[in-house]
């Protein structure tokens, strides 16, 4: 299997997943879109597309990918968005996306729906995962809702093959370290701060190691499920 993955800036990578799809023989192919236009990206090549996060919108992406993203879902690929990745999904399929009441910065607790507990049955109630995003987007047509929090009720779907996750379980200590040093405007310039924690060590120990089991798990399950 060949997964190609988009990322939009230097500092928001695959992480984990590399490190998942090295665990399950998975070829990987890196696409730049801060760096490339994706013109090479041919996705007959591919099994499964991975969208990236990225500190700016979906207003604010090429309409090249919003086409190659649509494409892949067309091409009964399988799709995974993370956060930007997420809301790029929803976008193409014809859901609002817009910016939320407040910021989401930092570990907070997602709780899974029921529909999301029959889909994937190994998935807790609720678990913690690292945020960091400030745009939410409503549920497209004919999607199931799977996940939901306080800050920000559409936390994740599912669309037939594609899977939309607005937080981060791939995240890893590097991954969390650069979006603190990258993106601390975020945090700086937030009026609410509700739903922002400053860099965290001991949550990083505590929970980075179980939200990527986790999130091993559902790819296994979406992904390589027969």
Not at 9 to 20: K, R
Not at 39 to 57: A, Q, T, V, W
Request: with cysteine; charged share 25%.
């Amino acid at each position: 299997m060949n997964l190609y993955f988009i990322q939009h800036v230097p500092f928001e990578t695959p992480a984990a997943i590399l490190d998942w799809c090295k665990l399950r023989n998975i070829q990987t192919n890196g696409f730049y879109a801060y760096k490339e236009n994706l013109e090479n990206m041919d996705l007959n090549r591919c099994n499964i597309l991975l969208i990236m996060g990225g500190p700016m919108g979906v207003y604010d992406l090429a309409l090249k990918e919003k086409k190659l993203v649509e494409q892949a879902i067309k091409l009964n690929k399988k799709v995974v968005g993370i956060c930007l990745g997420a809301q790029l999904i929803a976008d193409v399929l014809g859901a609002k996306v817009y910016k939320n009441k407040q910021k989401e910065i930092g570990w907070y607790a997602v709780n899974s729906t029921k529909e999301a507990r029959e889909q994937f049955d190994f998935l807790p109630e609720s678990f913690y995962a690292f945020h960091w995003h400030g745009d939410t987007f409503e549920l497209p047509k004919n999607s199931i809702h799977l996940f939901y929090n306080e800050a920000t009720y559409h936390q994740g779907f599912l669309y037939y093959n594609a899977l939309a996750l607005q937080f981060h379980l791939e995240s890893t200590e590097e991954s969390i370290q650069d979006l603190y040093k990258n993106s601390y405007d975020d945090i700086r310039n937030a009026t609410d701060k509700k739903f922002i924690k400053e860099y965290n060590q001991q949550e990083n120990n505590q929970l980075i190691q179980q939200s990527n089991e986790l999130l091993f798990k559902i790819l296994d399950d979406f992904i390589l499920k027969k």
